[in-house]
């Protein structure tokens, strides 16, 4: 089955509120994990990524948070524009080596009301 | 950040035909390169990791003799659909990463749309 999953395929949100992506992750050995943003007919674009060794990471109006326990990750947009519609994907990296392809969730479509 | 590019941006063929696809890291080398698929409304689905130099290597289930790839310097992958089929019909995404540690960040090109007629 799939390593990385997400709860809800689409999420409405005002603008100006802020927003909460969910993630869950099946692989107890997975450790770095990446968040993407994907416009429609684009290629993915990096927001934030976390390693396992943190459960919390945080960039411009983002936060990614993770908790091994019951392996579930979070996005966390403050503020949200209109520029932030789009497809968000989790995703992550388990080689144990060195640069690997990543492994996909399903994605959000986060849809920002005016 | 880095820049990766691909050519061309859409194409569309006939059932039977080969298509090619480029997959370009602008200003950095890339030693390995993976290509992605994605299908509509769907995630992106690794295919394969392109090497530079050493033959590609494919994911379960993704076929080696459909789906040729060729890494032959450290800017620029190829991927070739051969004998194409409507089923083939996918967004195809490339990636690279800057640096060969797992943690350096990948970055995509802008992907090719192909459509089998």
């Known amino acids: 089955g799939e390593s990385v999953g997400l709860h809800l395929p689409t999420l409405s949100v005002q603008e100006g509120d802020n927003s909460i992506i969910n993630c869950a992750y099946s692989n107890s050995a997975s450790d770095y994990f990446i968040w993407y943003k994907q416009e429609s007919g684009k290629g993915p674009q990096f927001i934030i990524d976390i390693r396992s060794n943190m459960d919390k990471r945080q960039g411009q109006r983002v936060t990614v948070l993770l908790n091994k326990t019951v392996k579930h990750l979070s996005l966390q947009i403050a503020a949200t524009q209109p520029g932030d519609s789009a497809v968000y994907f989790c995703?992550?990296?388990?080689?144990?080596?060195?640069?690997?392809?990543?492994?996909f969730g399903k994605g959000t479509h986060l849809i920002i009301q005016p | 950040g880095a820049v990766v590019s691909q050519h061309p941006s859409w194409v569309i063929c006939k059932s039977g035909t080969s298509v090619k696809i480029e997959c370009r890291s602008l200003?950095?080398?890339?030693?390995?390169m993976f290509w992605y698929r994605q299908f509509p409304k769907q995630s992106l689905m690794l295919m394969a990791t392109s090497n530079e130099g050493s033959k590609a290597t494919y994911e379960q289930g993704v076929e080696k003799d459909k789906f040729l790839i060729n890494h032959a310097s450290l800017t620029l992958s190829t991927l070739t659909v051969t004998s194409a089929h409507p089923e083939d019909s996918s967004f195809y995404i490339c990636s690279a990463p800057e640096g060969t540690s797992r943690y350096n960040e990948q970055f995509f090109g802008p992907g090719t749309r192909l459509t089998v007629l």
């Open positions: 995703a992550e990296n388990h080689s144990g080596g060195g640069a690997d392809g990543l492994t």
């Open positions: 200003d950095f080398q890339a030693t390995t």
